[in-house]
């Protein structure tokens, strides 16, 4: 896959198969409190809402001829944020229905991003953001609408061209989706968020909730190696 830049700062970007959702090459480098953002730059990661096009599926449970495989992921635990089962494949969508992506193994893991940049390219206090595995993201339909934005310093964010919905994230230059936007799946995802990252440029003008995750000032442990 080649991808050619633009002077708009947008990137042709083919989706072949994943990305992820990782925050810390994106993060700012200055110092930061945990009352806020301190500049304009940071990492980011984020969701779009789904809503189904005409005749596409609207959930993985009433997907018409979806075929559904019930895996165990080793049992619930609501402190880590995995639930007793998924079902596959998990299905999602953009906004406008144009896109259309399916995963085919479970997620890996998920967590809340608290950047700068995620605010601003999801316009909320934090972004909702899955991993999932290598080779398991695959792209249903509309493929032709999938655009990259290449941050300074950070990961490509790829959305729907049609509708601006963020659907995944990725290495740059990379054709792997392996960061899925929580908000752009159908249904259960069969993981809850496990953690909340960069903590340390949260929103000023909502407080973190008191849902005892794990905080981090910066990246959580584990996720510049995939985790």
Known sequence: MRVGAES??????R???????????DAPSAAATSSGPTGDTAHGACPGSPIAAPGAPTGRDDAPGAALRLIGVGGGDASTGTVDAVHL?????????????????PFLSAGYCHCTRC???SGTAASANARAERGSVRILQGEENLRVWLPEGGREKIFCVRC?????????????YTGVRLGAVDGDPGIRPESRAYVAYAARWEPIPDDGLPRYPEARPGYAEGR
């Open 8 to 13: 708009t700062g947008l990137v042709d970007g």
């Open 15 to 25: 989706a072949s198969r994943t990305g992820e959702t990782r925050a810390g090459r």
């Open 119 to 121: 605010q601003r390219r």
């Open 89 to 105: 494949p998990i299905t999602g969508g953009c906004g406008c229905g144009a896109v259309r992506f399916e995963v085919t193994a």
């Open 164 to 176: 601006g919905s963020a659907l995944f994230s990725r290495d740059p230059g990379s054709a792997e």
